[in-house]
């Protein structure tokens, strides 16, 4: 491998500093834009860096590659809404892992490196590379809705070990007789490709944070690995912090659900069998009942999850919050680790709303509040506040951290219908003698709070 050189590394290493302080950035809500755009700049000198290498060939095709990649991103970047970040950052993700598996092909089709160790992180590379982009694919199909339920292969964890192994054995067999034959790396392509889609496929809406997450590491790993076969320090880097990053974020994700990871992926959470019996039946409140009841409370906890993002009324919400903290209310968020469809997604969406930082608090921070509060007001939230997760050993959220809502005085629930959260498990707080439900869409009914508040004086 020829030496670069030392502005062609100078770059690397600068873009590489970015990366890093830009990841630094976006681990407090206060300072993450500006950790997106440091970041932002460190991949523009990277890739500045890139075009200075002597030698480099297709310049004109990594120039088209670059403007229309860069032209797509920017027009889905300015369309997209909040409500569908999630699912954009999943097929995001997917593109990376994609192209790390891509660049593998390409040096596999070329003959590449003969060289043991590049070959064996070539392949692991391709791998999970190429696991990531189908089931990043899969998850964004789910969370837009093109695939509407779970599909579950009889003998399902059976068949991804055997696709595993197969895929592994591969792999092995292209180390050992590299360079590799082209039917072997197309073998070994498509089992990777489809081990992504039948692992991804049987895992259900309640898990897909945790599975974005996963597959943000697999991609940042990936990458790192190719960047080593590419002698490209700046890959490596940028792809081993992202890999760590989206690891420990994996962990911290399950660990909020009290489920290990291979529960996740392997055991699907699905409700079984009618578990515990709930008493006591829902009790239904009105706009106006709902309104005086935070009017004249001195202390209300608000639980958003995704049914305010699908009925985008965050705006509404901060709007209606405003009015109480203006009447004396004290008024405080309170968002659980995995509400909505990826992590952060609660708040962003109230960031975007102009929610102040030091009224947003974690599960940690808010749960021994709870007793203290008068309202707690749930706004499209299910399994998250369902106290079945502390009670009901049958069930399959038990022992997952929930946020404390149903020890407030009275509970709020804005609910949509009386349908059940994504893990198919009846909500015990709705039938219990404080909690009163008010049906409807998340905006509407926070219109009709705000109107009824402003008379209220």
Known sequence: MMTLPIYVQGAWFLGALLFIF????????????????????????????????????????????????????????????MTDMPQMVAIYNGMGGGAAAGIAAVEFARGGSHHTITVVLAVIGALIGAVSFTGSCVAWAKLQGVLKKAYRLPAQNAVNVVLALAAVALGVAMVVSAPARPELVVGFFALALLLGLVVTLPIGGADMPVVISLFNAFTGLAVGFEGYVLGNPALIIAGIVVGAAGTLLTQLMAKAMNRPLSNILFTPMVAAGSGEAISGTMKEVGPIDAAAMMRYAAKVIIVPGYGMAVAHAQHKVWEMTELLEEAGVEVKFAIHPVAGRMPGHMNVLLAEAGVPYDKIFDLDEINGEFGQADVALIIGANDVVNPTARTDKSSPIYGMPILNADQAQNVIVIKRGKGTGYSGVENALFYTDNCRMLYGDAQPMA???????????
């Open 22 to 81: 830009g990841l630094k950035g976006m681990s407090s809500p206060a300072t993450a834009r500006r950790g997106i755009v440091v970041a932002g700049y460190g991949m523009l000198v990277a890739v500045a860096g890139t075009f200075l290498v002597p030698g480099l060939q297709n310049l004109a095709l990594m120039l088209v590659a670059l403007v229309l990649g860069g032209a797509g991103a920017w027009i889905s970047g300015q369309r997209v809404k």
């Open 447 to 457: 219109a009709e709070i705000i109107q009824h508040l402003k008379t209220m004086g």
